[in-house]
């Protein structure tokens, strides 16, 4: 695989360099048999400019400063996440009290409110912040969008946000089957589809936008 990626560049340099159009060549590739996505790859890792031989475009590198940043990005968001939503569910069972509950269960969510909006105050604010600052530096230099940390824990919330999200349809359908529905079990149905749905639409909306942009 290495060999004919390395194959398929120097063809795309040799052709670019002889003056061939970017369409002519993806033409050949594709009736080579090429995949579309790695002719357009291929192509892309070369600028438009116009220079006697191809110029090759900038190509993202993993620093540590880097990883840093997008593990801790991550991190905060998903104990921000988590802990909201326990939050809103420990508020939800307060307003709905089931009558077996005893003075433990009171006990056990005071605690386990105090835990979260705690994890909330200040998880979430250094989420913003790292946000802030990765902004930042992506309008600087948009090539780090392609920075295989960022994609990889990118891919991995969807993945996180659209296994809550399943499992949460699969709880709500499971007890409508049963019979037992109750308000506060659809309202905390609907509070984990809200913030996995959020989290899960704002960054697949994040890569559909890097598809359309160069």
Known sequence: ?????????????????????????????????WPPEQARAALDAYAEVAFPVPVPRPRPYLSPREAFLYLVLFATLYVSAFHLG??????ITRAFPDPADGEFVVNRL??????????VLIAFPVFLYVAHLLGREL????????SAVRRWLTYLTLFIAA???????????????GGELTTRFVLKVL????????????????????EREP
Request: aromatic letters at 8%.
């Open 86 to 91: 326990s939050l809103l569910f420990d508020l």
């Open 139 to 146: 309008a600087r230099s948009p090539v780090k969008r392609l």
């Open 163 to 177: 296994a809550v999200l399943v499992g949460d349809m699969i709880a709500l359908v499971y007890n409508l089957l």
């Open 110 to 119: 005071a605690r386990s409110m105090r835990w979260s909006t705690a994890s």
């Open 1 to 33: 695989m290495a060999a004919a990626t390395r194959d398929l560049e120097l063809f795309v340099r040799e052709a670019l360099g002889r003056g061939e159009s970017r369409e002519a060549i993806a033409g050949a590739l594709a009736a080579a048999g």
């Open 191 to 210: 509070v984990a589809a809200a913030i996995a749905g959020t989290v899960f639409g704002y960054y697949l909306g994040d890569l559909r936008r890097e």
